[in-house]
């Protein structure tokens, strides 16, 4: 099965660019390119040979050695492998997660100047907020 480039970026997109089973950093310009850094392929969360599907809500984007160690088990047991239980954030969903971090780190930078001196509160704030919006959401939130 060959995709198009736009469904190759929608895909990609799902993920906002990373393996959906070990969650590694892939190169959108290395689709297919087998034994390249950051190269990946699309992958079927249900196996084509158990009915799996063509549409998007079945498709992931994986490097090509998960991919293929991957075959026809679950994805459940795929992630697992890596302790992994879910596909990383797709690129909105990212961008929710980081400005809802944000706030949080924001609030909690502020109850602990308060707590601290009520000087520092802004600075905290404002450094919580920072901390909360710049990390990888998939590395802050527990999942
Ligand atoms: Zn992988």
Known sequence: ???NVKRQQQIFARTSGYCHICHASLDFDKYGAVGK???WEVEHSTPQAKGGTHHLNNLYPACITC???KGD???RSARAKYGKKRAPLSVRKRRHAKIVNGVKGSVL???VGIVVSVDVSGTLAI???LIGYVFNPDKLNKH
């Open 73 to 75: 088990n679950s994805t």
């Open 109 to 111: 930078g502020a109850v």
């Open 1 to 3: 099965m060959r995709f």
């Open 67 to 69: 991919n293929r160690a």
């Open 127 to 129: 450094v919580g907020l």
């Open 37 to 39: 850094s950051g190269a």
